[in-house]
């Protein structure tokens, strides 16, 4: 094999040797790459097999219909990552609570929390999909990790990634040094490096958001929106609208484009003013990755990962992409109140 091809897993030994661990972290990311193989050669069957392809009937703890493939992407993480040793406790967008590690296996130190597959709705009719992670170290000392442990501002996180599953399947990772991409050769089935070192744009060109929502959104969002669409913005022109609906998909492109996702507060749903999406399988580890790629997420108010979690599944507006961007909404939603 070419000795400057960078398969994923050469890059997490080599990054391990850098930081001179035990290779408990290197260990679980491995688990993660597995996972997402698994997971990503699931996908691509789907049309095929009428057993996986739609719903379940069941709903989740968050209300959403579940999809037979998100029951399959749950168990794979959390099988892939029970009987290593090196997890203490996950959580999953698809579980009510926390989930231990069976008596039968060792406890480690890192506690692992991810979406499965985000933007399953999209599942049936072949749009892009995606897997999120995020990866803390355990606060408590031994044994089974606990809610605490999970509970961690984002800034703590030791890891975070997603996987988007479309023309190609991409893993997208950083451990706190910058963020590379890798994308599945399905003929050897290997992720190799194919974005290194990914930095975003300072300012975008493109802004999505459920506009359909826009009677609903807050004085500071509609200001900010209409902005964009006008010719007194930064770039003298409209912003283009770029929404697929599915999380992975719209972040990943605006990171390597430059641009801004929001899912801001509405009042569409009283039971959820905060918008739709999780802080800590969502926002948190998007957020980690678009600032360590020279971009910023934001509620509107504040940073997402300085946010302390008060629950498992709480939800946070999520303002993301390119930093001038962000900053420029958190301005309007001060100004707009
Ligand atoms: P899910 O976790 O149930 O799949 O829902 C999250 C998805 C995101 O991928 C996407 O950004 C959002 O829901 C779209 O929501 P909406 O249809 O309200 O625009
Ligand atoms: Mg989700």
Redesign the pocket.
């Known amino acids: 094999m070419d000795d400057r091809l960078m398969t994923i897993e050469r890059h997490i030994i080599e990054q391990q040797r850098t930081h001179g661990g035990k290779g408990d972290f290197s260990a679980v990311l491995s688990q993660i790459v597995f996972a997402a193989k698994v997971v990503s050669a699931q996908v691509a069957q789907a049309g095929l097999a009428e057993n996986i392809l739609g719903g379940t009937g069941d709903t989740n703890v968050t209300g959403?219909d579940v999809q037979k493939l998100d029951v399959f992407a749950n168990r794979v993480f959390i099988n892939a990552l029970s009987y290593i040793g090196k997890v203490c406790v996950m959580a999953s967008?698809e579980e009510d609570g926390i989930i231990l590690v069976p008596d039968k296996y060792p406890k480690g130190d890192y506690v692992v929390m991810f979406?499965p597959l985000?933007?399953?709705?999209n599942i049936d009719v072949d749009v892009s999909i995606g897997t999120i992670f995020s990866i803390f170290k355990r606060l408590t000392k031994e044994g089974d990790g606990t809610l605490e442990d999970c509970l961690q501002p984002g800034y703590k996180q030791f890891g975070a990634g997603y996987v988007i599953y479309s023309s190609s399947t991409v893993l997208v990772y950083s451990t706190g040094e910058g963020v590379n991409g890798f994308t599945l050769d399905p003929s050897v089935g290997e992720f190799v490096l194919s974005h290194p070192d990914i930095k975003t744009p300072k300012r975008g060109k493109i802004y999505s958001a459920?506009e359909a929502y826009y009677n609903y959104w807050k004085p500071g969002t509609k200001a900010y929106i209409d902005h964009l669409k006008s010719d007194g913005n930064a770039h003298k022109k409209p912003y283009s609208l770029r929404y697929i609906?599915?999380?992975?998909a719209?972040f990943h492109r605006n990171l390597l484009k430059g641009g801004i996702f929001l899912?801001p507060e509405d009042t569409i749903d009283p039971k959820k003013p905060t918008g739709?999406?999780r802080l800590l399988y969502e926002a948190n580890p998007l957020a980690f990755i678009v600032e360590q790629a020279g971009g910023y997420a934001s509620t509107g108010y504040e940073r997402i990962l300085d946010i302390a979690p008060a629950k498992l599944h709480q939800r946070v507006p999520l303002i993301i992409g390119s930093k001038d961007d962000v900053l420029e909404y958190e301005e309007f939603a001060r100004k707009n109140k």
């Open positions: 959403d967008e979406d985000d933007g399953s709705s459920n609906g599915s999380l992975v719209d899912y739709k999406l």
